[in-house]
C-alpha cells in the first residue's frame, strides 16, 4: 500500500528550520496542545492535502540550486512522528539522492514500545539532524503548557544521543509559564548529558498566530502576557548555552 501524507503547507525558502536554506514540509496533526503555538490549525488531524513522498520531493528538489552544500529539506508540523511511515519514505528519497535531512520534532508520539521504536529506529538511519523542542524540563509545568509529560521526550533526547544522532534543542521562552531561572539551570543541566547537541536556540513567545486562535474558536490561555524582554532572553540564552561549554 503506497504510503501517502497529510500535509497542511511547503515553505520554499526556509531560513530558520536547519542548516542553510530549507524546502520545508509542514505536516498536519499535532498531539500537543501547546498553549503559545502559532500553529493551531496544524492541530487536527483530520485530511488537509495529500501526497505521496515521490511527489513532495519532485516539489523539493527543484528548489536544490538554492542549497547549496548546507541546506536541504526539513519536516516540520504539526509533529512529523505521527507520520512517521510517510517522513521515513521522503527521507529515504533524500538520501537516495544525496539530499540533507532535518526532522523538526517535539517527540510527542515517542515510545520505546516495540511497533513504534522499530519505525523509528528505521527513520533515524535516513535522518542528518534532528531539531529537538523542549518546551519546559519541569514536568508539571510541561503538562500545564502542552497537555502532556515530558519524560518521554527527554527519553527520546537521550536515545537519539545513543544512536549518535546530531540534535539541536529548541526552547521556546514563554513568561510565567517558561521562563523560571531553575527550570533553564535544569534543562541546562539535561542538555550537557546529552553529548551530540551541536546547537541550543531561545525562540522568544510572540503573539503573531494569535488571529488564528480566535478564527478557530479556542480560547486563548496566554491572555495578557506579553513576549520575554530582551534581556530574559538573553538570561535563558546565557543559561542554556552553559551546556554546551559544559561539554568542552
Not at 539530499?99 to 528505521?122: H, M, Q, R
Not at 539541536?168 to 531561572?181: A, G
Not at 546547537?199 to 478564527?215: A, C, F, M, Q, S
Request: with cysteine.
Amino acid at each position: 500500500m503506497e504510503v501517502r501524507g497529510n500535509i497542511h503547507s511547503f515553505e520554499t525558502f526556509g531560513l530558520v528550520d536547519g542548516p542553510g536554506v530549507r524546502f520545508v514540509v509542514f505536516v498536519q496533526g499535532c498531539p500537543m496542545r501547546c498553549q503559545f503555538c502559532h500553529n493551531p490549525d496544524t492541530w487536527s488531524t483530520r485530511v488537509n492535502q495529500v501526497f505521496n513522498a515521490q511527489e513532495v520531493f519532485d516539489k523539493a528538489i527543484r528548489y536544490r540550486p538554492y542549497w547549496k552544500d548546507d541546506g536541504g529539506i526539513t519536516v516540520s508540523g504539526g509533529e512529523p512522528l505521527l507520520q512517521i511511515d510517510f517522513v521515513t519514505e521522503l527521507f529515504k528519497l533524500c538520501k537516495s539522492n544525496g539530499v540533507n535531512t532535518c526532522l523538526d520534532t517535539a517527540g510527542g508520539p515517542f515510545s520505546k514500545e516495540s511497533k513504534f521504536f522499530e519505525k523509528f529506529k528505521i527513520l533515524m538511519k535516513y535522518t542528518d539532524l534532528i531539531m529537538l523542542d523542549i518546551k519546559e524540563i519541569n514536568n508539571k509545568r510541561h503538562e500545564i503548557i502542552t497537555g502532556m509529560k515530558n519524560d518521554h521526550i527527554l527519553e527520546m533526547a537521550k536515545t537519539m544521543d545513543e544512536m549518535g544522532k546530531k540534535i539541536w534543542i529548541r526552547h521556546v521562552l514563554v513568561p510565567e509559564r517558561s521562563d523560571y531561572d531553575e527550570d533553564l539551570i535544569k534543562l541546562r543541566e539535561f542538555i550537557s548529558t546529552v553529548k551530540n547537541v551541536e546547537k541550543i536556540e531561545v525562540l522568544p513567545y510572540h503573539t503573531l498566530g494569535r488571529h488564528k486562535w480566535d478564527n478557530l474558536g479556542i480560547e486563548y490561555k496566554l491572555e495578557g502576557i506579553e513576549p520575554p524582554t530582551e534581556e530574559r532572553v538573553r538570561n535563558a540564552d546565557k543559561i542554556l548555552q552553559g551546556s554546551i561549554r559544559d561539554k568542552i
